[in-house]
């Protein structure tokens, strides 16, 4: 018999949970993201039942009815005193999307909100409806800034449109109670020599004010500070208690108030205040009541000039009709818009009526040239004169002395030419008769000036002769000195230049007579190739005597005076690319040529052919007295207004005694040996960058090299 607590055998079930393992594990990862995505939303969030209970909700819908965890929990959203923003919740049980905008006050404190409020509804498994989503979002400061937008406009057309001050501050008042408290406002202005605060417009719950001592008031603290005071009760004891400013009147709960500034001095302020809401203000405010202070202060600029220009209207036309002149406006045609009573008497008429309305020209002896005006007017600017003649309604010829100015509109078109004009036909003929009496007695003066000179003449002349001769004798000596010294120095440039001709058109003038001996040989033995080499010798050769004359020619056109600078457009870089790479041609790759550039273009107006002159000579002399393999730099510095060119080379260099006289013509180094050369291409150089207005520096060591730098404005 078998024990009963002794197992025989043991029998199980394996189920396969995988698949459910992996949608448990998808469903806590996807409630984590659901969970990350609702409390990081950047708009406020709650889920509430079906009996408006708040179940859950994120930190956002915290902030914006500024309420904390535990008293929204506690909250009853039936308590909500809003039929609208009711309704919208509600909705959502009958499976559609509630909405709201509109104002709403918020649960635990008294700041006014302005919400956009969207409502979905929760459904179970089954497909029913267990409750809803609210998704808040505070629109207050896009409602503000649209509000605050339109008020500034209607208060910018107002202070444009109104012609007092007190009915553009009852229509800011009104307009601005859409964004501001405006129970309690008031525009002050200050008398500094009596110090005094006077009230032109002043609303107010508590006080009634007209006028009363500036003493340290907070309206005196803020115009003589020139600065705007945002406070409220804490800091307006804090002022009072540092014996800043002083309480007067009823004490208010918050007070701002900003300086009125007039042609940039303080001449009141802008003040508003709450009995009531220490909150009612903000940094945002005092900003809005300072555009409308500015707008006061431009209705009150306008008013006064508009007060001015009568003013100055009815001082002119006083002036005007007073003046013992001819006062006249015509148009661009020359048409009288206006005269006074004195040019009517002037040129013969009863009346000012008879002349306006009339062209000028019609009173003109000689034609009447609007461009003779302008031209006058350019020269001389606003109070330009030019003497003219008037013939009278009788017909009598008046001198007239027209002193005018022009008006332009704002376009720049002439708009119409103010003028006075003053009867000299007295003051011509008085010119007349005191010209000939001077005329005569100049004559008169003159026979006997002639008379005495002669006198004083004869006794002079021995003493002048003397003195003539000596000085004729110290001229012609120093003349006789400068000459003999010029000669001398164009006796040695002659050896010189002799001596170069000799010597260079010599060697040149050989190669071309041997050369076409030798040519017509080879020719006969058609020996092709050594006949090429002779010919390129020739060519060699003229190039060489066609560059030498070329050069003779250029010295001798700078002598002459004959070397102009004739600038065209033209691009820098592109022209001095293009010359070294015909240097580096004709080097035919004795030296390492490289071309350095700080800018791709640099398009001026210059010389062309100068510019070649100076680079071709400094590349050529670089190459020259290099040895063979060494590098030849040229570098191109462009700038807004100054181009470089450096020439670098590794040759022989320059002695210090050379470097005196480098530029001299004909003149070469002492360390030149058998280097062929004409001594005029540094003097070419020389002339040319004098000619386009730069300067060339030299830097040169015997046995180093020699650097060649040339600068000149970009034009």
Known sequence: ????????????????????????????????????????????????????????????????????????????????????????????????????????????????????????????????????????????????????????????????????????????????????????????????????????????????FQEFPAGNTMTSYVIKNNKALLADTKKMRELIKQGLVEAFGTFSKIWLGVPLVFENVVIGAVVVQSYTDENAYGE?????????????AQLLKRLHLAERIGASEIKYRTLTEQLPLGVYRTDKDGKLLYANIKLAEMLKFDSIDELVGRQLSEF?????????????????????????????????????????????????????????????????????????????LEVKVIERTIRLENTMEELRFENEERKRTEEQLFIAKEETAAALKKEKELSE???????????????????????????????????????????????????????????VLVIGKSDAGMLKFNP?????????KEICSEIKNIDNG????????????????????????????LLSNAAKYSELGKSIIFEFIGSNDRVVFKVSDSGIGISARDQERIFDAFHRGENIGNASGTGLGLSIVNRCVDLIGGEIYLNSRVREGTTFIVSFAKK
């Open 284 to 296: 945002k405010d005092l900003k809005l009541l300072t555009f409308i202070s500015e707008q006061i």
């Open 590 to 617: 004795k030296h390492n040529f490289e071309y350095i550039s700080n800018v791709e273009e640099c398009i001026t107006e210059n010389d062309e052919m100068i510019i070649r002159h100076i680079l071709s000579n």
């Open 1 to 208: 018999m078998s024990d009963p607590k002794k197992a025989l055998s043991l029998e199980s079930f394996v189920l396969d949970m995988t698949n459910t393992k992996r949608a448990e594990d998808a469903l806590r990862e996807g409630e984590k993201k659901y969970r990350s995505i609702f409390m990081n939303s950047p708009f406020g969030i709650a889920q509430y039942d079906k009996e408006l209970n708040f179940v859950d909700f994120n930190d956002e819908f915290l902030n914006i009815f500024q309420i904390s965890r535990d008293n929204l929990l506690l909250f009853d959203a039936k308590q909500i005193n809003n039929e609208a923003l009711m309704k919208a919740v509600k909705e959502v049980f009958s499976g559609i999307k509630g909405y709201y905008e509109g104002i709403y006050e918020a649960i635990t404190s008294k700041t006014v909100l302005h919400i956009l409020l969207r409502c979905f509804p929760i459904y179970n498994d089954e497909n029913e409806i267990i409750g809803g989503i609210a998704i808040v979002e505070d629109i207050s400061k896009d409602v503000w800034s649209r509000q605050l937008q339109d008020v500034t406009y209607q208060i910018t057309l107002a202070a444009s449109k109104s012609n007092s001050l007190i009915e553009f501050v009852d229509q800011i008042r009104s307009v601005l109670g859409k964004v501001l408290d405006v129970s309690n406002f008031f525009i002050a202005f200050y008398d500094k020599e009596k110090d005094f605060i006077s009230l032109p417009y002043f609303k107010d719950e508590k006080d009634s």
């Open 493 to 551: 440039m002659k050896t010189r230049f002799m001596s170069m001709i000799s010597h260079e058109y010599r060697t040149p003038l050989t190669i071309i007579s041997s050369s076409t001996y030798i040519l017509e040989k080879l020719y006969q033995g058609k020996h092709f190739k050594d006949f090429n080499n002779y010919l390129e010798k020739i060519r060699d050769s003229v190039k060489h005597m066609a560059k030498l004359l070329e050069s």
């Open 364 to 440: 003109s002896v000689q034609p009447r040239s609007l461009k003779k005006y302008l031209d006058v007017y350019q020269k001389e600017g606003i109070a330009s004169s030019l003497e003219t003649h008037l013939k009278t309604k009788n017909g009598q010829v008046l001198w007239i002395k027209d002193t005018f100015t022009i008006i332009f509109d704002a376009n720049g078109e002439l708009s119409y030419i103010d003028g006075l004009l003053e009867d000299i036909t007295e003051k011509k003929r008085a010119e007349d008769q005191i010209n000939r009496l001077n005329a005569e």
């Open 568 to 576: 065209t457009r033209i691009d820098l870089v592109e022209l001095t």
